[in-house]
T-cell receptor
């Protein structure tokens, strides 16, 4: 199993550009989530999904969209990038709602100029 | 969800036990205590979790006080590779994990 994969590993955007961060898992996990981590801080939950077709907001959802058309994929879209969105983005998955052991991807380092 | 308090940093000598404390005085009866760690800038790694009883696995032990207001993560024989930020998380709603700032554990030779 590849586990949780994220692409790209690094990305530089200009203010106002849009892009999609990709996340995929091959463990047949129902629950997937996106976090951002700013320098020197803990992770903050952006959006999560409890299964295909179902998504909900986390702690810091503004400026981001998600969709879950398949169990495997959970892309995160930045609608109009802002410098405040410069961060490291982590995707995670777990078996389901009742399972707290989350598996994290390696992260995407995003810089918005 | 209950808030947690952890010291910002701790030192530990290689080969000794590392004891990382966490206060969660507002925890409620159905909230679990989870521990994760983040090595350098990698994605966090699950370590262990518990509800009321002490737990042990191949990585660590989790000691929860009887009143459940605090817990301690124990790494029995710390190595240099255990240098990381350790997060204590108290959660009932598994859809919303909140990571605080954690404890930076420095294992020294």
């Amino acid at each position: 199993n590849a586990g949780v994969t994220q692409t790209p590993k690094f990305q530089v955007l200009k203010t106002g550009q849009s892009m999609t961060l990709q996340c995929a898992q091959d463990m047949n996990h129902e629950y997937m989530s996106w976090y951002r981590q700013d320098p020197g801080m803990g992770l903050r939950l952006i959006h999560y999904s409890v299964g295909a077709g179902i998504t909900d907001q986390g702690e810091v959802p503004n400026g981001y969209n998600v969709s879950r058309s398949t169990t495997e994929d959970f892309p995160l879209r930045l609608l109009s990038a802002a410098p405040s969105q410069t961060s490291v983005y982590f995707c995670a998955s777990s078996l389901g709602q009742g399972f707290g052991e989350q598996f994290f991807g390696p992260g995407t380092r995003l810089t918005v100029l | 969800d209950a808030k947690t308090t952890q010291p910002p940093s701790m030192d530990c000598a290689e080969g000794r036990a590392a004891n990382l404390p966490c206060n969660h005085s507002t925890i409620s009866g159905n909230e679990y205590v989870y521990w994760y760690r983040q090595i350098h800038s990698q994605g966090p790694q699950y370590i262990i979790h518990g509800l009321k009883n002490n737990e042990t696995n191949e990585m660590a032990s989790l000691i929860i006080t009887e009143d459940r207001k605090s817990s301690t993560l124990i790494l029995p024989h710390a190595t240099l590779r255990d240098t990381a930020v350790y997060y204590c998380i108290v959660i009932y709603n598994f859809n919303k994990f909140y990571f605080g700032s954690g404890t930076k554990l420095n294992v020294k030779p």
